[in-house]
């Protein structure tokens, strides 16, 4: 691996972007990031993961992030921070992402005339921009992303090829939403007829708030009347589905292949693991962890780290399929017990006859 | 939330819309439609969901819809019909749904000259429609649609942004594709050649009959030879996935995330939960309903409600679930039986002895 | 089903393309290929299924592809070889791929004039190509594919409509993409900073060997830091989920909507069926078969067929599901076991006293 080199600084400026101590000369020259196996003499590092601690005695990086107790035990340039991997990743950001720079409506997009585009915007090659959209100063939609009629993009958005945002729906600041993801679809609603399905109309919206990032091929359904709400800071990973009306709170992290059927409530602060799911019109607490697989069936209340299918606390899930994969063995054993059972009853009637 | 007013009318034209009765002044003027909680004295409300009915007292709507035995028992005019739930996606359709505009081919689509192109049809920009194809009276194509050479979009057909429909695949009419869906994608199908994997030509097509519904990012691949179909009136929720020569009978309705494998036939009437699957080359019957995350390995016959991989009857799975989290304290208790047991055989010996 | 006529040849020259022996009349005037129970006197079929062996008799075609075993069991021209399957293959796509037609740059397409763009290289109406990107000899990219800067096309690949490749990613030769997938999307990265999460910037790229396929709506993120790989031969099926940084060995199968999380190492020849998943951080072995919906939450080592979650040895997995079925039963009898402890440890000590 091989970054580009954008910049050059030294160990005092990085020390200074992520609010940390420095131990050694404060004017080394970094011009890159790499990990600890592969760093040079111009390149600083990081030990994020504590199993990788044996690889610095090797590293020959000209300085490495780590954590204030490593202080003495290496013999380089140390960039001292109680959270080296957010340190990273601010460093990281310093070196490797580019600044962005506005190209305006490019030739090929096709923005209505009543779209309201604001300052320092890219459209590229290939998006259409309906009638009465909004796109916020220093927002990049790259090609062929689809803004229907009425919808808002918020200021220094980031929307990613073959995206589509259907009309009226509203993003926040900063959101960025990854490749051919769908916000605002219809959501699944159907009314039996006597013999088939007649539509619901899904004439509601959906909010993404402030500094929300979206997953590739993730679908966020329009509500059928009112909202489907993803709160501020919420990360959704990829080919995710939210229903039509649901709510998910604060800070929340969703990994991929998740599925949270129509209404259904998240608080603040949880973790949904891949491929769990949640039904329908339920209601789910704050700091609430949902294992890989997990599948939510029942209202589950704050501060709870559940697993299986239905869920239960993580422990209990872990001891149940520990014990599921004893269970043949265990039916042998109740068939045994039943023998020596029915050999005792003989006996004692032996005895009492 | 709030609805725009497309319309205005009175109690009177709405009941005769939804085939309903009247209790009150059918002259009631209604312009728009509203939750309970949220209605006001202009706008009719319904009540569908009967946890719903402690609301009713306190709605300020100028009518409700409800069922029929609820008259007289609403200080309101009242909407009275046996599927209030019908009624309400009705009436949502009359207030909320704009009559559709045809805008021909618009600036900036692709319509290749042999492509037959019916009236009252809107193209928009960045669609693409190749040699061969035909496009029904009626239809509407978001931006961005790609249309393969020789394919069949028959009347009145819905097709959001982004959508793909691949070559001599055939949509019957009022056909919905929610935006990111392909449909007739190649197949899976590979020969293995003794060292690698040869690819199978996917030369077969997909049909999606009258009134079938796709939601977003679903896939529908081609079949191999011969036909994948939708049969009428099924309804598809978002990021489903449907192999090849899959058959889908009708009136179906497959939740987000489903997957059905290739050459399994599934009968009319039937439900899929979220996240639920079947193996490949299957057969199911009429009236099955599988529940989330269900797992059919085995043909199933009609008229049963499945869940659990593998399935089984629901009612068991539910038992058997509650089991299984029995399961650590029973092996506890086969173990201080077994204890037992030896200690009787112990006792009985000294006895005998 | 009816297949296009392309060409005519004769049964000789299909035995030559397959590598297989005739019996028969090698001048057999050949026009097509259908499945047993279709095909007519200008048709070859093939009997790869040996459950369909009994259409053998009734089959109008003009020749059938079966193995060596069945020469002089049937009254027709045969083609014999030991693999119908792949015969197959190669049969159809001498009758039913059409010979690639280079059409250019075509109107609508956008390229960068910084991009490098290949001899006999189709870019259709709606493509975006972007600076430093290079598209190799004798590839198609269909309508509206996004190739983002400086990004590598290789030679004869497939690009279907709708495609994202994102920045910097390397595609070999041959490789085919359905529609609708992603290449090379942000890996879902966040370091908490004590209050909400930090983006962690994704600069690493994706690799996708010679001869991979990729089926529609697919995303394979990009690495943090370094390469997310696809070996080469492997074959994706719709909606699969590979996090950054993941390898993939070759000639491996992923079935539909399966999930592997970031940095987790899966060997050669290793098959996954549909739904199934594995966590992050973790070394699968060669030869490997997940079942559908197996769940893998430790490394694995090479040679295994494995079902379940967490996964184990498939056959275990078959008994402990079958076990699970009768838990209920198993729990009324450990019930009566101990009544019956009870009643004998009553009459003993009945007897003692």
Chains 1, 2, 3 share one sequence.
Not at 29 to 46: H, K, Y
Not at 212 to 229: A, N
Request: charged share 20%; glycine share 12%; hydrophobic share 40%.
């Amino acid at each position: 691996m091989s970054l580009e080199r954008r910049k050059t600084t030294t160990l005092s400026v990085l020390a200074e972007l992520v609010e940390g101590d420095i131990s050694g000369d404060p004017s080394t020259f970094i011009s890159g990031l790499a990990p600890l196996d592969q760093a040079g003499p111009e390149q600083i590092s990081f030990l994020s993961n504590p199993k990788l601690r044996s690889q610095l005695s090797a590293c020959r990086a000209g300085a490495i992030i780590v954590p204030p107790a490593l202080q003495g035990t290496v013999d380089r340039p140390l960039l001292l921070t109680e959270n080296p991997y957010l340190a990273f990743a601010k460093v990281l950001t310093f070196f490797a992402v580019p600044a962005y720079v506005s190209q305006g409506v490019m030739p090929g997009a096709q923005v209505h005339p009543e779209a309201l585009i604001g300052d320092d915007v890219t459209i590229s090659a290939g998006c259409v921009v309906g009638a009465g959209a909004r796109i916020g100063k220093g927002s990049l939609l790259h090609p062929n992303v689809v803004i229907y009629p009425e919808s808002v993009v918020g200021e220094d958005c980031l929307l990613h090829a073959n995206v589509t945002v259907r009309e009226k729906c509203v993003l926040g600041n900063r959101v960025i939403l990854q490749s051919g993801t769908v916000i605002g679809g219809d959501g699944f609603g159907f009314a039996p007829d006597g013999h088939g399905y007649f539509k619901i109309p899904q004439v509601g919206i959906v909010v993404l708030e402030d500094d929300v990032e979206v997953g590739s091929c993730c679908c966020i359904d329009r509500g059928t009347l009112g909202v489907t709400r993803v709160a501020r800071g919420t990360k959704i990973d990829n080919l995710v589905q939210l229903g039509h009306n649901v709510e998910i709170g604060e800070d929340c992290l969703l990994v991929s292949q998740v599925g949270i059927a129509g209404s259904t409530r998240i608080g603040n602060h949880c973790i949904f693991g891949g491929q769990s799911a949640v039904a329908g019109h339920l209601k789910v607490g704050d700091n609430v962890t949902i294992a890989g697989r997990g599948g939510v069936t029942n209202d589950v209340g704050s501060n709870q780290s559940l697993a299986g299918l239905p869920v239960m606390p993580h422990r209990e899930w872990l001891k149940t399929t520990m014990a599921v994969t004893h269970l043949p063995e265990m039916r042998r054993e109740v068939k045994r017990l039943k023998q020596q059972i029915d050999e005792l009853n003989r006996k004692l009637s032996e005895d009492e006859s």
